[in-house]
T-cell receptor, first 113, second 109 residues
Framework: NAGVMQNPRHLVRRRGQEARLRCSPM?????VYWYRQLPEEGLKFMVY????????ESGMPKERFSAEFPKEGPSILRIQQVVRGDSAAYFC???????????FGPGTRLTVT | RKEVEQDPGPFNVPEGATVAFNCTYS??????FFWYRQDCRKEPKLLMS???SGNEDGRFTAQLNRASQYISLLIRDSKLSDSATYLC??????????FGTGTRLKVLA
């Protein structure tokens, strides 16, 4: 039973390019969360999605960032026109219910040069 | 006041020692509580859920004190491999999980 999968594990982008991060939740999980973590800092909530619906995107910058969780396929976090400040580790987590344990993927480390 | 507060540490303890961390939360309506462990540059891994009656898993014991609004994690017979950052997570009863900033533990040989 595979856990939460994320790819790519490492992503290097030049300023102005687009970054696309993918997350496949654990089997049977329909709740997906995206978090961002800067070095030596805590996890910051970005967005919460259920299949085909964005439930809460209050932690996500209004510009350049978007997320989706289509009926088929992984959840995608998209960052357009990346800037150096977007460099961070982006973790995806999934759960089977709103109050249940979350399980994290290995993360995508984005470096913007 | 932060919603979830943890002492950042680091807690430096010798192998074999017993160490305890506390985590306080501000929302009295909080319903679910968890401890995660995060190693450097890795994802958080679920250590244990915290139930009202408390729970134990080997050398690890977690307790919940609703009256004082804190949860605790006790590690007995510390191992070098226990060195990590321990994250306290509180769920308010909806989909919101609030993460503490973590407590760093270093177990010394």
């Amino acid at each position: 039973n595979a856990g939460v999968m994320q790819n790519p594990r490492h992503l290097v982008r030049r300023r102005g390019q687009e970054a696309r991060l993918r997350c496949s939740p654990m089997k049977g999980h329909s709740h997906v969360y995206w978090y961002r973590q800067l070095p030596e800092e805590g996890l910051k909530f970005m967005v919460y999605l259920q299949k085909e619906n964005i439930i809460d995107e209050s932690g996500m910058p209004k510009e350049r960032f978007s997320a989706e969780f289509p009926k088929e396929g992984p959840s995608i976090l998209r960052i357009q026109q990346v800037v150096r400040g977007d460099s961070a580790a982006y973790f995806c987590a999934s759960s089977s219910g709103q109050r249940d344990e979350q399980y994290f993927g290995p993360g995508t480390r984005l470096t913007v040069t | 006041r932060k919603e979830v507060e943890q002492d950042p540490g680091p807690f430096n303890v010798p192998e074999g020692a017993t160490v305890a961390f506390n985590c306080t939360y501000s929302n009295s309506a909080s319903q679910s509580f968890f401890w995660y462990r995060q190693d450097c540059r890795k994802e958080p891994k679920l250590l244990m859920s915290v139930y009202s009656s408390g729970n134990e898993d080997g050398r690890f014991t977690a307790q919940l004190n609703r009256a004082s609004q804190y949860i605790s994690l006790l590690i007995r017979d510390s191992k070098l491999s226990d060195s990590a950052t321990y994250l306290c997570v509180v769920n308010s009863g909806t989909y919101k999980y609030i993460f503490g900033t973590g407590t760093r533990l270093k177990v010394l040989a």
